[in-house]
């Protein structure tokens, strides 16, 4: 994949049920293009034929499947241009890999191409996580996942900016006023 853009590809990430879907959605209103969730995507295809990549029945296979389906959306993708936003994808899937399998970072990501150098987390928000036919699991383990994220973006070498327990447009607002402030968007050499 020709490596030109992709250090404008943003990933938001973080805590489940904190927002980020919503987020997505009102950068898509304002006209960028995103990448939504693998694990949703997978989660729907997945239900109707009772399929065994769930996160609740196979977490592995479930990582495995949403690594398949973030590089094929990242290599559909390469013709465009501007700041492009992932809801989770590549690297959220390495580390559900890693925490489910074991499989390191290292295995999963190398040679990949490097996202956006800024990664925007969606903290822990109690007031507004909802579990839902997706999203099974409780708060506590919503916690967790977080800090293994913040913990990976940390290893990776990703600038990790937590978003702001904000309405929706102020939190836009946020992202793009961080990545216009941060014009040296091109991709360090190395692995996602």
């Known amino acids: 994949m020709p490596r030109d853009n992709l250090g404008r590809h943003v990933i938001l990430s973080g805590c489940s049920g904190g927002g980020k879907s919503t987020l997505l959605a009102e950068l898509a209103r304002r006209g960028f293009p995103v990448v939504p969730e693998p694990g949703r995507r997978i989660v729907a295809q997945e239900k109707p034929g009772h399929g065994s990549a769930l996160p609740w029945v196979d977490p592995e296979a479930f990582a495995r499947r949403a690594i398949e389906m973030a590089l094929e959306d990242r290599r559909g993708l390469r013709g465009v241009t501007g700041w492009l936003f992932f809801d989770r994808g590549l690297i959220d899937a390495a580390v559900a890999l890693e925490h489910a399998a074991g499989t390191p970072l290292g295995e999963t990501l190398g040679g990949r191409g490097r996202f956006h150098q800024q990664v925007f987390l969606t903290p822990p928000w109690p007031e507004i996580y909802r579990t ?61």
Do not use: C, K, N
């Open 132 to 192: 839902d036919d997706a999203r099974r699991h409780d708060m506590q383990d919503a916690i967790d996942e977080y800090h293994r994220l913040a913990d990976a973006f940390g290893r990776l070498g990703y600038d990790t900016i937590v978003l702001p327990g904000t309405d929706v447009e102020a939190r836009a607002d946020f992202v793009l006023a961080h990545l216009a402030s941060r014009q040296d968007s091109s991709p360090a050499i190395g692995s996602a």
